[in-house]
């Protein structure tokens, strides 16, 4: 059974830096894509980043660009979401996702495990 396992929000100001991590367990996950997702009140849920495990392609949202970097730590089993620059429209709980492809879908209903998220606050 997959289980993941997110951690490392918090509360920061604007302009601050915050490191997500998310725990995975229950398979080997070199053919898997992780992906963050974030959901903000009254929102959608969106993407906010991917990684395929094996190959180590990327993908990140538009908004997101330059300032947030996804990262995989092989022996820990563990995806890393670097957020820098934050800003207030960055608050949301985010989350991570997990699935057995080799391509990282933006669309989260392609997603078919999850963690229980982690609040990020992030004041003017």
């Known amino acids: 059974q997959v289980q993941l396992v997110d951690s490392g929000g918090g509360l920061v100001q604007a302009g601050g830096s915050l490191r997500l991590s998310c725990a995975a367990s229950g398979r080997t996950f070199s053919s898997y894509a992780m992906g963050w997702f974030r959901q903000a009140p009254g929102k959608e849920r969106e993407f906010v980043a991917g990684v395929v495990w094996n190959s180590g392609s990327t993908n990140y949202a538009d908004s997101v660009k330059g300032r947030f970097t996804i990262s995989r730590d092989n022996a820990k089993n563990t995806v890393y979401l670097q957020m820098n620059s934050l800003k207030p429209e960055d608050t949301a709980v985010y989350y991570c996702?997990?699935?057995?492809?080799?391509?990282?879908?933006?669309?989260?209903?392609?997603?078919?495990?999850w963690g229980q998220g982690t609040q990020v606050t992030v004041s003017s």
């Open positions: 996702a997990a699935e057995p492809r080799s391509y990282v879908y933006t669309n989260p209903s392609r997603y078919g495990y």
